[in-house]
C-alpha cells in the first residue's frame, strides 16, 4: 500500500502558500484540524481564504488565525462564538461569505464529487439567492448553487492508517468527510496512526483515495465551549 | 406572572407524535427535550451529524467529541447513528424530518420568519436555519412575544433579512398558541392563563384572528 505518513504538522503543511484556499474540518471546535492550525500560525502564511463551517473561538481554532490577520476570507455558516471575527468583520478587514449550513456541506460534497452546480431550497426568497438562478421543479423554487473546491483541505480523524484511510469518532465527523474529497491535497491528523491492515475496511469513512498526507497529531486539547452536565 | 420560557417550552413539548423525527433550534426549541410526553417515542436530530441525542452527560460522561447544534455537551440514545453534515442536511432537505421547532427574531403573518441577522448590529450566520425552514414540513417557532423593548415580533411584514419565507405554521409564545392561516394572519387558538384577549392583540402587530372555540394554554 502507498505510504502517506509524513512527519508531523510542520511537514505537512510545509507548501501552504500566501493566498492559499483552505477547508478546514470541524464543527464549532469539535473536529478541528489543531495540529495544522498550530502549525499555519507558526509558519505565519497569509491573505489565506478559510472554508469552514464556524471561525473558531477567539483563542482556539481559526481564532487564533484570524488574531494574526492571516485570514483575507471567511467562508462560513455561523461565526457567532468570536468577538475578533466579528470585530474584522465589521471594520472591513476581513471579507466573509456566509452560506446556509446545508449548502456549504453540499458545495463541498459537489466539488469532491465532480458536480459543478446543483439546486436547493435553502435562501429561497432571502438575500442568499440574490444574482443566483432560480428555477422551478415540480411547482416548487429552488436556487442554483456552485461546487466549491480548495488548494488544501485540513482535516481531523480519530483513526487512521499509513494509506490515508480514516475513522472519525463521534460528532467531531462532521464536515471532515466531504473536505477531505474537494481538495487538490488534503492533509489528515489523526489521534491514532496504525499500520494499513489494523483497521477494518467496513468501517472507513473516507477511503485513503483522498488523502495525500497523514499524521499523527501532538497534544490534543479538544476544548469544550459549552460544557452542560446533568447531576448524577 | 407571564408564562416563562420553560412553559413555552412543555406546551410545544404536547405537538410531538410517538415515532416523530425531530430538529430543535437554539435556545427555547432545546428546552423542548426535557418535556416529552411519557410512552411517546422521538427521535431528536442534531445537524452535526447525530439522530438519537440523549440527556446531557454527567461530569464523568463529557466527551468533546459529542456535541449538540448549540455546541453543548450531550450523550446518545440507545439506537443513535452518527453521519456527515452533508448526510444530515440530505436528511433535512430531503423531507426525512417530521417536525421543526426553531427561535425567531420576527414572525410574518403569511408564515415568513427572520432570525439571522440584524444588519449592522449582529453578523453571526445563519448556520443551518435555511435549510431547516425550506424543507421541513411542519415548522413551529418557539419565541417571546415580543423583543426585550417592548415591539411586537408578530408582524405583518418581517423588517429584517429573511431567513425563509412562507414557512411556518404555528407560533408558540408567552402568550398563545397561534396557527398561521394559509390565506395570511396569526389565528390564536389557545390563550395563556390570566392574559386577556385585548393585551394579545396590543402584543401583535400583525393581523390576529381569535378563534371562536378559543382555549386556555394547558402547561401541565
Redesign the interface.
Known sequence: MINKVVSGADEAIADIFDGAVLMLGG?????IPENCIAALVRKGVKNLTCIS?NAGVDDFGIGLMLKQRQVKKMI??????NKEF?RQ??SGELE?E?I???????R??AGGAGIPAFF?????????AEGKEIREFEGKLYLMERWLRADFALVKA?KGDTAGNLIY??????????MATAAKITIAEVEHLVPVGELDPNYI?TPGIYVKRIFEGKNYE??????????? | MPLDKNAIAKRIAKELKDGYYVNLGIGIPTLVANYIPEGIDVVLQSENGLLGIGPFPTEEEVDPDLINAGKQTITMQIGASLFSSADSFAMIRGGHIDLTILGAMEVSENGDIANWKIPGKMVKGMGGAMDLVASAKNIIVAMQHTDKYGKSKLLKKCTLPLTGVRCVKKVVTELGVFDILPEGGFYMVEIAPDVTVEEVQKATEGKLIVAPDLKEMQIE
Open positions: 464543527f464549532g471546535l469539535s473536529g463551517n462560513s455558516s455561523y461565526v457567532g462564538e466579528e468583520l465589521l466573509v456566509l446556509p449550513q446545508g449548502t456549504l456541506a453540499e463541498i460534497r436547493t431550497p435553502a435562501g429561497v426568497g432571502t438575500e442568499v480519530w469518532r463521534g460528532t467531531s465527523r462532521n464536515f471532515n468527510p466531504m469513512h479538544k476544548r469544550i465551549e459549552q460544557r452542560t452536565t446533568r447531576p448524577r
